[in-house]
């Protein structure tokens, strides 16, 4: 059984940092995908980054220069760094696993709970 987790969220001030992570079980990073999404209040949910076992990563337009996607095999995790983060930076963060790099929900076939980002002006 598949199991994410994210942590890491919570309250900013914009100008700030946060750096979300996500643990797996039963699931690789090693040899797998992972990604993250996020949904704003009232949107849709979007594509953030994804990172695979190569450690080849991929960002929305959006994401490139200020949000940074890592992993740690050891620890089976995946993070994403926000910088300078801004008031249109709140949103759930979810955490995402799958067998290839895609920018589409439909390719990840788990998903955790996500972690609420807040972030003040």
């Not at 930076?89 to 439909?106: F, H, K, N, W």
């Amino acid at each position: 059984q598949v199991q994410l987790v994210e942590s890491g969220g919570g309250f900013a001030q914009a100008g700030g940092s946060l750096r979300l992570s996500c643990l797996a079980s039963g699931f690789m990073f090693n040899s797998g995908v992972a990604a993250w999404f996020r949904q704003a209040p009232g949107k849709e949910r979007e594509f953030v980054a994804t990172i695979n076992w190569g450690y080849n990563s991929y960002y929305a337009d959006s994401a490139k220069g200020r949000f940074f996607i890592s992993k740690d095999e050891v620890k089976n995790a995946v993070y994403l760094q926000i910088r300078s983060l801004k008031p249109e930076d709140t949103a759930v963060y979810y955490c995402a696993a799958g067998p290839r790099l895609s920018t589409r929900e439909r390719d990840y076939e788990y998903w955790g709970q996500g972690t609420q980002v807040t972030v003040s002006s």
